[in-house]
């Protein structure tokens, strides 16, 4: 079993910033790509920002320029650092991870956290 636990969302004014950290736990052996969706209300989840085990990132572009993401292998971590935030960021914010949690045989688990709410509001 993995779980995966995020932290950091809240309420900010627009033009704040505020920093999702997402921790893996569980039956791991090792952790591919993580990324960051959100979904706001009445909309579709949406990729908002991606890294590969090795640190390359991609980014949606409405985000582009304002957020960073970024991950500690050693501790299991995904960080969205999230910069000059509008209104129309507000939305449940979810990790994701590719977590390997066996070689032999090769499982790999599409692990989910539970969301975190960032509204963006004056």
């Known amino acids: 079993q993995v779980q995966l636990v995020e932290s950091g969302g809240g309420l900010v004014q627009p033009g704040g910033s505020l920093r999702l950290s997402c921790a893996a736990s569980g039956s791991i052996f090792s952790i591919n790509a993580m990324a960051w969706y959100r979904q706001a209300p009445g909309k579709q989840r949406e990729l908002v920002a991606h890294?590969?085990?090795?640190?390359?990132?991609t980014y949606a572009d409405s985000v582009k320029g304002r957020f960073a993401i970024s991950r500690d292998n050693a501790k299991n971590t995904v960080y969205l650092q999230m910069n000059s935030l509008k209104p129309e960021d507000t939305a449940v914010y979810y990790c994701?991870?590719?977590?390997?949690?066996?070689?032999?045989?090769?499982?790999?688990?599409?692990?989910w956290g539970q969301g975190t709410q960032v509204t963006v509001s004056s």
């Open positions: 890294i590969t085990n090795g640190g390359s990132t």
């Open positions: 994701h991870a590719w977590v390997v949690v066996s070689t032999t045989p090769m499982r790999v688990s599409d692990s």
